[in-house]
């Protein structure tokens, strides 16, 4: 999935660096800027300033809304310094179960795995994507494909030294999308081979997303537009030009039709064919950040830097519920893999938020309400992600710490602690792997053996029912720069 593109936390030196480049003076840099000492807004300025240095349009683009996505686009800052999250020492798994991939120069900001085999691929800022091989035995040497960013210049092909903001696998799995900050969308062959690349577009691209059908990719980003492309002949298709300001994600309803959000606050529902969005929902105060269909596609989710989220109908125009609880952004959100149209139709559907208050919480939709609040992190939640059968979680936080939840009980059942703060999750097709990708390119692959002691924590409802996995996990590692964190999670059925 396109899990939203995290980039660099860039220095005071490194924005000396691109006035003096640009030929601008610091006085005409906005005062409130200059006297802030927030590391943010050191970001928004050099991504101004990057901007202005190139050939794309900022007649209206103010540093006002470029801080509106590139809180998206960026690490967290924190005045404090960052606890250490212990772990329970009853539930460590041994170091020697962990398998550390290395390979990226720079951080790894975002991980996908293949939908039908053991193959993860992972996008960062040294303008590369990989392929990671790991079908074979856990015990033996990995593989990776190096998927090298270009662009071509003076008849030569050179390396664009921009991050890879997006990538997204198709239906069977057999071609990988990327989107790059130099604004180019390419695909790529399961061998590494390019297939082909999509147009430029104006400025960087934020999301793109295969259709099911596999014949069209949607991106979006800094332009303030979607664009379908044909993905046979790579092709532009049809350009929506609704959103007033940058384009944050995309989430297709069926083969034509797709949602995006915006830095806007507004939603449009666009449909290939057409000149104007079918549907606009508006409610938000704040930027979305993300919106996710359920598998029905009949719902669309939304979050957003107002603190809540939002459910919304293709039937009515107000939204079906709103959701608060948060107490600060939230960031991403998830549909679990249950209920009608999916392959768990006898589990009720959830929703998964995760905000920078450092929560997780489930919700059901039907009511409205949340069941849990998962509080273990100590730092802002980047990416949640449900097993393929609903009943765990994963979560992964600025703290370090990927944590896996039984959405059942609530409880945490595993946890990893890594050494870089954690930009995202993903479950193999499986669900016997978590792969999470982490600003220092931390990655494990972990094959957790059986708990001795299985009845440890089992708690027992009156109708006798098991809330959870019988007991816990976790895992430390000295990971180094430029790898993907995977993890194997355990999944031990308890006899009632």
Known sequence: MA?????????????TNLCTASGLSMGLIPVDVQQSRDQSALRVLTLWLELSNSSHDLSDCS?????????RLSTKSHSE????????????????????????????????????????????????????????????????????????????????????????????????????????????????????????????????????????????????????????????K?????HSAPVLDVDWQN??????????????VCRLGCDRPVKTFQGHTNEVNAIKWNPSRMLLASCSDDSTLKIWSMKQDTCVHD????????????????????????????LASASFDSTVRLWDVERGVCIHTLTKHQEPVYSVAFSPDGKYLASGSFD???HIWNTQSGRLAHSYRGTGSIFEVCWNARGDKVGASASDGSCAEVHTPPDPSPDRNLRFSADHRCPGPPGHWSLESRPVPGTVCLLTALHVTPTC
Request: net charge negative; glycine share 8%.
């Open 3 to 15: 899990l939203p593109a995290l980039l660099l936390a860039w220095t005071v030196a490194v924005v």
């Open 63 to 71: 540093v006002d809304t470029l801080a509106g996505y590139t809180q």
């Open 81 to 236: 310094p960052v606890e250490t999250t212990e772990v329970d020492g009853d539930v460590e798994v041994p170091p020697n179960k962990a398998r550390v991939l290395r390979g990226h120069e720079s951080e790894v900001f975002i991980c996908a795995w293949s939908p039908v085999s053991d193959l993860l691929a992972s996008g960062s800022t040294d303008s590369t994507a990989r392929i990671w091989d790991l079908n074979g035995n856990s015990n033996g040497a990995s593989t990776q494909l190096v998927l090298r960013h270009c662009i071509r210049e003076r008849g030569q092909d050179v390396p664009s030294n921009r991050d890879v903001t997006s990538l997204d696998w198709n239906s069977d799995g057999t071609l990988l999308a990327t989107g790059s900050y130099d604004g180019f969308a390419r695909i790529w062959m399961e061998d590494g081979n390019l297939a082909r690349t999509l147009g430029q577009r104006r400025g960087p691209i934020f999301a793109l997303k295969w259709n099911k059908k596999g014949n069209y990719i949607v991106s979006a980003g800094v332009d303030k537009t979607a664009i379908i492309w044909d993905a046979h002949t790579g092709e532009a």
């Open 238 to 242: 049809q350009q929506f030009l609704f």
């Open 255 to 268: 083969n034509t039709t797709f949602a995006s959000c915006s830095t806007d606050k507004c939603i449009h």
């Open 323 to 350: 959701l608060q609880a948060h107490s600060k952004e939230v960031y991403t959100i998830k549909w679990s893999p249950t209920g009608p149209a999916t392959s768990n139709p006898n589990a009720n559907i959830m």
């Open 400 to 402: 370090k710490c990927v």
